[in-house]
């Protein structure tokens, strides 16, 4: 499995260690060290290069802003804080993120999931995404898109049905969140509680997709969008 390198940088004891569990459970990143100053991370990283940041801004001697300016090329940063008046500039030097103490894990995962999509070289655009990580069952699973054949939402959970005949991945997470993981030239969304991928359908009846023995409903609002995914003209099947 592809991993992100990173380090965890904050002058706040408890906010580094919150931080550093939140890296060590997520199984896409690899913590290469936790430091308290942004002083010691700079000589870390000249020695040992990593991908990602984990990084506070407000911090003695040496500034998380100005620890940004001083990256090499390749790194990238995304920072967390308790103050908000910071998340302009730290937009302006490029940062992948900007996190608001405190940070729920949810909120921390959902930045590291895009750090991985960007250093991995995957835009969503690009339909070079292979799998996406979801949070079920306490834990983060690994889902190949190749074994996705439609999704399934319920107000904040979605439901993820498999080719391989194995049981659902039920997750929290709202629809248009996993909507934005997804490559947009193989899923489409095909009514406001469904998304499906454009090689597993079989069949078009009507107002409904066929995969194999599920019957996915087609609203009308989403029918051109679902037509120009297919390359089809404007004419439905009646």
């Not at 999931?113 to 690994?142: C, M, W």
């Not at 709202?174 to 597993?200: A, H």
């Amino acid at each position: 499995m592809r991993t992100i390198s990173c380090i965890v940088i904050d002058d706040e004891p408890l906010a580094l260690q919150l931080m550093e569990s939140y890296v060590k459970k997520t199984p896409f990143l690899e913590l290469k060290g936790t430091f308290p100053s942004a002083t010691a991370a700079f000589e870390f990283i000249q020695n040992e290069p990593v991908e990602l940041l984990f990084c506070d801004i407000q911090m003695p001697s040496l500034s998380g802003m100005e620890l940004s300016r001083m990256l090499p090329e390749g790194t990238r940063i995304i920072f967390t804080t308790a103050f908000s008046q910071y998340a302009v500039e730290g937009f302006k030097v490029h940062a992948l993120d900007y996190l608001l103490k405190p940070i729920s894990y949810d909120d921390f995962l959902e930045s590291a999931k895009h750090a991985f999509s960007v250093l991995s070289g995957q835009p969503n655009d690009a339909g070079q995404v292979r799998s996406i990580f979801v949070k079920t069952e306490y834990r983060l699973r690994q889902i190949e898109l190749d074994n996705i054949t439609f999704i399934e939402g319920f107000k904040d959970y979605v439901r993820i049905h498999l080719a391989d005949g194995s049981d659902p991945v039920l997750t929290l997470m709202r629809m248009k969140t996993l909507e934005k993981q997804l490559p947009s030239d193989r899923f489409v969304r095909v009514q406001k509680s469904y998304i499906v991928q454009i090689p597993k359908i079989e069949a078009i009846e009507r107002s409904h997709i066929i995969i194999g023995k599920d019957r996915i409903p087609i609203g009308e609002a989403y029918l051109e969008s679902l037509l120009k995914a297919i390359g089809g003209d404007s004419i439905m099947p009646n």
